[in-house]
């Protein structure tokens, strides 16, 4: 050996530790640093220079996060001052995130991201000055662009920031604050831009998009160009969608000095409750609860088939509530469940795979769900009560489905769980300690809701003291129950695995991790706050919970963690905590931040140009007007962008494009699909993109902790996350799924066949069930999963609902049929650009004496001339109105309830086919394949 290849002793030894910490943190070569900086690179920013830079930075985000609790917060209208609105309010948040955008992220050198990073300066400029045709000076437009193209050119290094970032930091900001110091004088020319609006626009759009490309990466750069190009370039279109194009005096107006654009309704939905939430989300985790969520579904699960990929199902549906990313989702829980769930046997690619199908589903769990679910709020215009209501049951049974398909996985590899650290008692036993569990829950409840309803009346406005007393007194309850158990550390993932945590100490340990999360959820559904001052109290009480937990812990054990007494010494890590969790909240609030503002480029170009509805036609020419097209597209499209957009951006732009598309072409085949479910359906298929490869970000980042191939993991993460995909299609055609105009005993029904069927779909999908499927057995679990799901669809066939009546039996129609049903009109008319269509209008049938009073009740008048029945005259702001009914439509078909029997007969023969499949897998299962399996591994290894 020559001397070049012999090794120091200490290089050996420094090889073996590096090999030792990447072994022991459970990852695939990638320490927790690596990771670290992963997440970090995503979500909150790679760049934390040294030094004073570095600290401004984290004060900046501190300040962010306390800014928001105070506009949140009811002090400012108490004391009087900082009382700000919702333009005022929008303009510091996005000051706040560009700032930080250009700190905190710095810009990639690849030869792709310097041409596109340049190349989009360079179009802006040219259609800025193409677009100054209103005799607006241009000779300072490429003095502004060529000063960002060199800013980009002189490059954006990683451990500190130079003077030309400095410059764009502060200039992108005050371009967002222009708004707010200008707000008067702005107000009195809306539609006239000055020059000086003109030049702070222009400024402000070419910056927000390069911190669009550094915090997001390019793909949302691209779009929202591509939208501001076609706003300019409009009369250059194809005919389809071809425009008048707009000025640069148009176009500054609307994106930039009203709130139709860059400050519209999506930044005010991340300002007024995203921030919150995400804030909340944060503290929690500082707090020690995303531990406990994991140590608590350990406990449970882990000795089960496959028990640990069961627990990281369950601890990423708990970690769901604490965190809206995907990627910091897949990492919190991922480093811990990925190496279990490689012990018991799952290779790397499927434990990845089950860890991001897992973790992805976090956004869609109600009630604290991703920050689109806010977004609806303001585009569908209901309550956030009313979206967790119909969110609630497709996000229940699509985690059921993937324990469920974790289930049959173990089962194919005959997988066994981790180790009891008891015995447990009887079955009957448990089973009565659940019930007995679920009636003291019960019981609980009403006490509190009776309590509640006590106090406020009693109290007036004291109530809120009383209400704080009592939560007081509950926390130092549960801390105290907490505080005769053993803390909760953090396990090593790489350590043998000799049994698990006891459920009872675990779950003791941290009940009062759960106390914010019911003040959230009691505030929202109960009190029916606003979902911005719910997130509130349930911040402000996480806050006190940050600051006493551990010193009062101290005091309750008698001595610290490390077993000296120290109450002032846990009130400062307490303080440390919640500084912490304010710098991470505002940090994570980034990219949302720079997402909403530049996702209301796209949303102004949309209502500015008038595409929506020339994209309408062009989906209808491609989908031939078939409903089912039409959301293949729509789940494409969205499939596409996610690739590159994050959940939220997506769902803001597909949801603008398509949405109204989707209700007015079901109502033209015949199907009133509620607006809510459309924007669920779009809001699911925007979270797949981040599981579908080649792109999805939570493949990547699983794989990195696995050591598995991405693609493969996003691959066999798809086919876990098919139930994610079936149901939006499922809930568009049988609304019943969303809870929509169903009472609580049917809604329960519900649940339970919905959550049978889609378990069904798993098997089918995963090609087991008792035992590995025959293909004629997937496709009968196929059929009677959908049956189940719809049962409509085959009852229809032999039963028609409707009997179709000529248009002038339509008063008949309306006294023969039982008030409250729904009866239907195929009408013909204009659409909101004079072109002819046909729909279909949906009535519910009012009490009346006969059929005159009844369409005098629907605000309807009639003529007839013939065979041909015309609307005459619609009252203003009746059902009839509501129901999209106008004068001069033509009424084509009335389409009355028929009699017929239950659809859900068509369970009885769906039954019968299950009841084959089972018969002829239990005949063919045998002791078990699983059994078999084991020992042949066990043959294997000897």
């Known amino acids: 050996m020559s001397e070049k290849d012999k090794k120091h002793p200490r290089d050996d030894q420094q090889f073996e530790a590096s090999a030792v910490e990447m072994e022991a943190a459970g990852h695939g070569g990638l320490t927790q640093a690596e990771l670290d900086a992963l997440v970090a690179s995503s979500d909150t920013g790679a760049r934390t220079p040294p030094g004073m830079v570095?600290?401004?930075?984290?004060?900046?985000?501190?300040?962010?996060?306390?800014?928001?609790?105070?506009?949140?917060?009811?002090?400012?209208?108490?004391?009087?001052?900082?009382?700000?609105?919702?333009?005022?309010?929008?303009?510091?948040?996005?000051?706040?995130?560009?700032?930080?955008?250009?700190?905190?992220?710095?810009?990639?050198?690849?030869?792709?991201?310097?041409?596109?990073?340049?190349?989009?300066?360079?179009?802006?400029?040219?259609?800025?000055?193409?677009?100054?045709?209103?005799?607006?000076?241009?000779?300072?437009?490429?003095?502004?662009?060529?000063?960002?193209?060199?800013?980009?050119l002189l490059g954006s290094p990683k451990a500190w920031v130079p003077p030309w970032e400095w410059a764009l930091a502060i200039v992108a900001a005050l371009s967002a604050l222009y708004i707010y110091f200008f707000y008067d004088g702005i107000s009195t020319r809306v539609g006239a831009p000055i020059m000086q609006d003109y030049v702070v626009a222009v400024i402000g759009l070419l910056l927000l998009l390069e911190a669009t490309r550094r915090s997001l990466g390019p793909a949302l750069m691209i779009v929202a160009t591509v939208f501001l190009a076609y706003t300019f370039l409009g009369p250059y279109m194809p005919g389809i969608i071809a425009h008048k194009g707009n000025s640069l005096a148009e176009v500054v107006n609307h994106q930039w000095i009203t709130t139709e654009g860059?400050?519209?309704?999506?930044?005010?939905?991340?300002?007024?409750?995203?921030?919150?939430?995400?804030?909340?989300?944060?503290?929690?985790?500082?707090?020690?609860?995303?531990?406990?969520?994991?140590?608590?579904?350990?406990?449970?699960?882990?000795?089960?088939?496959?028990?640990?990929?069961?627990?990281?199902?369950?601890?990423?549906?708990?970690?769901?509530?604490?965190?809206?990313?995907?990627?910091?989702?897949?990492?919190?829980?991922?480093?811990?469940?990925?190496?279990?769930?490689?012990k018991v046997g799952f290779s790397s690619e499927k434990a990845g795979a089950v860890e991001v199908a897992s973790s992805v589903n976090g956004q869609i769990m109600p009630p604290v769900m991703g920050a689109a679910a806010f977004l609806m709020v303001e585009y569908v215009g209901i309550p956030y009560f009313d979206v967790v209501k119909?969110?609630?049951?497709?996000?229940?049974?699509?985690y059921i489905a993937l324990v469920y398909i974790v289930h049959l996985e173990a089962m194919k590899a005959g997988m066994e769980g981790l180790p009891r650290a008891y015995v447990p008692g009887p079955l009957i036993r448990r089973v009565?300690?659940?019930?007995?569990?679920?009636?003291?829950?019960?019981?609980?409840?009403?006490?509190?809701?009776?309590?509640?309803?006590?106090?406020?009346?009693?109290?007036?406005?004291?109530?809120?003291?009383?209400?704080?007393?009592?939560?007081?007194?509950?926390?130092?309850?549960?801390?105290?129950?907490?505080?005769?158990?053993?803390?909760?550390?953090?396990?090593?993932?790489?350590?043998?695995?000799?049994?698990?945590?006891?459920?009872?100490?675990?779950?003791?340990?941290?009940?009062?991790?759960?106390?914010?999360?019911?003040?959230?959820?009691?505030?929202?559904m109960v009190d029916r706050l606003s979902p911005g001052?719910?997130?509130?109290?349930?911040?402000?009480?996480?806050?006190?919970?940050?600051?006493?937990?551990?010193?009062?812990?101290?005091?309750?054990?008698?001595?610290?963690?490390?077993?000296?007494?120290?109450?002032?010494?846990?009130?400062?890590?307490?303080?440390?905590?919640?500084?912490?969790?304010?710098?991470?909240?505002?940090?994570?609030?980034?990219?949302?931040?720079?997402?909403?503002?530049?996702?209301?480029?796209?949303?102004?170009?949309?209502?500015?140009?008038?595409?929506?509805?020339?994209?309408?036609?062009?989906?209808?020419?491609?989908?031939?007007?078939?409903?089912?097209?039409?959301?293949?597209?729509?789940?494409?499209?969205?499939?596409?962008?996610?690739?590159?957009?994050?959940?939220?951006?997506?769902?803001?732009?597909?949801?603008?494009?398509?949405?109204?598309?989707?209700?007015?072409?079901?109502?033209?085949?015949?199907?009133?699909?509620?607006?809510?479910?459309?924007h669920l359906f779009v809001f699911y298929f925007g979270i797949m993109a981040d599981v579908t490869p080649p792109v999805g970000l939570a493949s990547f980042a699983a794989a990195a902790v696995s050591g598995g191939d991405p693609i493969r993991t996003g691959v066999v993460a798809f086919f876990y996350s098919l139930r994610t995909a079936a149901l939006p299609f499922l809930f568009i055609f049988n609304t019943d799924l969303l809870l929509i105009d169903v009472d609580w005993i049917h809604g329960i029904f519900v649940f339970i066949t919905a959550t049978l069927a889609m378990l069904l779909f798993a098997a089918a999908t995963q090609g087991w069930f008792l035992t590995r499927n025959r293909i004629w057995e997937t496709v009968l679990l196929l059929v009677v999963a959908f049956a189940i799901f719809r049962p409509g669809f085959f009852m229809d066939y032999i039963y028609p609902p409707y009997d179709d009546l000529p248009p002038t039996q339509f008063e008949q129609a309306l006294a023969d049929s039982t008030p409250g049903e729904p009866l239907r009109l195929r009408i013909a008319g204009l659409n909101d650009v004079g072109e002819p269509v046909e729909f279909t209008s949906l009535l519910e049938v009012p009490e009346g004496a006969d059929g005159a009073e009844r369409m005098q009740a629907l605000g309807i008048e009639t003529v007839q001339n013939g065979d041909q029945v015309v609307i005459d005259n619609v009252a203003f702001d009746s059902p009839a109105q509501a129901a999209g009914l106008d004068w001069d439509q033509t009424i084509l078909l009335v389409r009355a309830p028929a009699p017929a029997p239950s659809k859900y007969w068509i369970?009885?023969?769906?039954?019968?086919?299950?009841?084959?499949?089972?018969?002829?897998?239990?005949?063919?299962?045998?002791?078990?394949?699983?059994?078999?399996?084991?020992?042949?591994?066990?043959?294997s290894h000897a």
């Open 533 to 678: 001052l719910s997130a509130f109290w349930a911040t402000a009480f996480m806050i006190f919970i940050l600051l006493t937990q551990r010193p009062l812990l101290v005091l309750m054990r008698g001595k610290d963690r490390t077993g000296n007494s120290g109450v002032a010494r846990a009130f400062r890590t307490g303080i440390d905590d919640l500084v912490d969790g304010l710098i991470s909240g505002a940090r994570n609030m980034i990219g949302i931040g720079i997402a909403t503002a530049t996702a209301g480029i796209i949303v102004g170009a949309v209502s500015q140009t008038g595409v929506g509805s020339a994209l309408a036609d062009v989906v209808e020419v491609l989908s031939g007007g078939n409903l089912l097209a039409i959301l293949f597209l729509t789940a494409i499209l969205s499939l596409i962008l996610g690739m590159g957009l994050p959940t939220t951006a997506n769902y803001i732009v597909v949801s603008a494009l398509l949405a109204p598309v989707i209700v007015t072409l079901g109502q033209q085949n015949g199907l009133i699909v509620p607006l809510i479910a459309v």
């Open 432 to 524: 009565i300690g659940f019930l007995f569990g679920i009636v003291v829950i019960g019981v609980l409840a009403f006490l509190l809701k009776f309590t509640m309803g006590w106090i406020r009346p009693t109290f007036g406005q004291s109530a809120i003291w009383v209400v704080f007393a009592l939560l007081t007194a509950a926390y130092l309850a549960l801390l105290y129950v907490a505080s005769r158990e053993e803390p909760l550390e953090l396990d090593d993932p790489s350590a043998p695995v000799t049994q698990l945590p006891l459920p009872g100490p675990t779950v003791r340990s941290g009940l009062h991790f759960l106390l914010p999360i019911v003040v959230l959820v009691w505030a929202l």
């Open 262 to 342: 860059v400050f519209g309704i999506a930044l005010g939905v991340s300002t007024s409750f995203v921030f919150l939430f995400v804030l909340f989300g944060a503290l929690l985790d500082k707090a020690g609860a995303g531990n406990y969520f994991i140590q608590v579904a350990f406990s449970l699960m882990g000795h089960m088939r496959g028990g640990p990929a069961k627990a990281a199902v369950v601890s990423s549906a708990m970690t769901g509530l604490i965190s809206g990313s995907s990627i910091a989702n897949v990492v919190t829980t991922g480093t811990f469940t990925i190496p279990l769930m490689k």
């Open 907 to 939: 369970y009885i023969p769906a039954a019968l086919i299950l009841a084959l499949v089972v018969w002829l897998q239990r005949r063919r299962a045998g002791p078990g394949e699983g059994q078999a399996r084991r020992e042949e591994k066990g043959l």
């Open 54 to 152: 570095g600290k401004l930075l984290l004060v900046t985000a501190l300040c962010w996060s306390l800014f928001q609790l105070w506009i949140a917060s009811p002090i400012p209208f108490i004391v009087g001052f900082g009382v700000m609105n919702d333009t005022e309010t929008r303009s510091i948040h996005l000051a706040f995130a560009l700032f930080l955008a250009y700190m905190a992220y710095p810009a990639e050198r690849t030869p792709f991201q310097l041409v596109l990073g340049v190349g989009v300066p360079v179009l802006m400029t040219v259609l800025f000055i193409i677009g100054s045709k209103a005799g607006v000076p241009i000779w300072w437009i490429p003095i502004i662009g060529a000063a960002v193209i060199a800013a980009i």
């Open 390 to 398: 119909h969110a609630f049951v497709p996000a229940t049974i699509s």
